[in-house]
């Protein structure tokens, strides 16, 4: 068992003095290649910060995050980013599309970026599955909340990262779409032996995942299949 991430003891508090705010408390998680994981809880529970300490977007407060066994605490700016372009692919609350490129062009930067040449997924059959071919070369304020959510999708998957952290990814697709998308992020993990941790709201689609945890009040806990 290959394990592709790992956090050990993390916590994470906004703020300062009585304006603190713990929004993870000492967590510990574990996500295996192949493994498919749900995350849901309520509003406000600690989530996203979860999701976006794991991914090194912003910093633990305290604790140890290892990345392929490697851990990530010492590391610098731009060895963070190197380390988040290489192995992760985010699909945000926010879609964090560029304005001024249009969706093919969101995916032309990553080739730009991408100095080592990995290999990318295929564009066409990307955009096909995603159904954004007739909007491929529309600008994000001209697509719709769905497409727009496909498009950061195209993006967080064309670099075929090993692990795929997707913050509510179906939350403005109709449920057709919500099913293939979750469909889809089986299939990278069950067949393509990488890594995804999904948070939702919509307790139908959990079907197809492997594990869920629940997040309360920042505590993160494992449910237990019934
Ligand atoms: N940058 C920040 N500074 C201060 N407090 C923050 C910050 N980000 C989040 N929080 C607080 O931390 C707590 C957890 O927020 P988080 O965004 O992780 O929740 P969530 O479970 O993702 O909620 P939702 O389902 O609404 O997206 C909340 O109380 C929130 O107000
Ligand atoms: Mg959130």
């Known amino acids: 068992m290959t394990i592709l991430i790992e956090m050990i003891q993390v916590t994470?508090?906004?703020?300062?003095?009585?304006?603190?705010?713990?929004?993870?408390?000492?967590?510990?998680?574990?996500?295996?290649?192949?493994?498919?994981?749900a995350i849901v809880g309520p509003s406000g529970s600690g989530k996203t910060t979860f999701l976006t300490?794991?991914?090194?977007?912003?910093?633990?407060?305290?604790?140890k995050i290892l990345v392929k066994g490697k851990e990530t605490g010492h590391l610098s700016e731009?060895?963070?980013?190197?380390?988040r372009f290489r192995e992760f692919g985010f699909i945000l609350q926010a879609s964090n599309l560029i304005p001024f490129l249009t969706v093919k062009e969101q995916l032309?930067?990553?080739?730009?970026?991408?100095?080592?040449?990995?290999?990318?997924?295929d564009r066409q059959e990307l955009f096909s599955l995603l159904d954004l071919e007739k909007v491929q070369n529309h600008y994000p304020k001209a697509l719709?909340?769905?497409?727009?959510?496909?498009?950061?999708?195209?993006?967080?998957?064309?670099?075929?990262?090993?692990?795929?952290?997707?913050?509510?990814?179906?939350?403005s697709l109709?449920?057709?779409?919500?099913?293939?998308?979750?469909?889809?992020?089986?299939?990278?993990?069950?067949?393509?032996?990488?890594?995804?941790?999904?948070?939702?709201?919509?307790?139908?689609l959990l079907d197809k995942v492997d594990r869920i945890y629940v997040m309360n009040d920042g505590r993160l806990v494992e449910k237990t299949q019934a």
Do not use: C
């Open 53 to 63: 300490t794991l991914g090194q977007l912003q910093e633990a407060s305290s604790g």
């Open 108 to 121: 032309d930067l990553i080739d730009r970026l991408d100095k080592k040449k990995s290999i990318k997924s």
């Open 174 to 204: 109709d449920t057709q779409r919500a099913y293939q998308v979750t469909d889809m992020l089986a299939s990278i993990a069950h067949e393509q032996g990488r890594g995804v941790v999904m948070i939702t709201h919509d307790t139908r």
């Open 144 to 171: 719709s909340g769905g497409e727009r959510q496909r498009a950061a999708i195209a993006r967080a998957l064309y670099n075929n990262p090993s692990i795929v952290l997707a913050d509510e990814p179906t939350a």
């Open 78 to 83: 731009k060895e963070k980013t190197d380390l």
């Open 12 to 37: 994470k508090t906004y703020g300062e003095g009585n304006m603190k705010v713990t929004a993870l408390h000492e967590t510990n998680f574990q996500l295996n290649a192949g493994e498919f994981v």
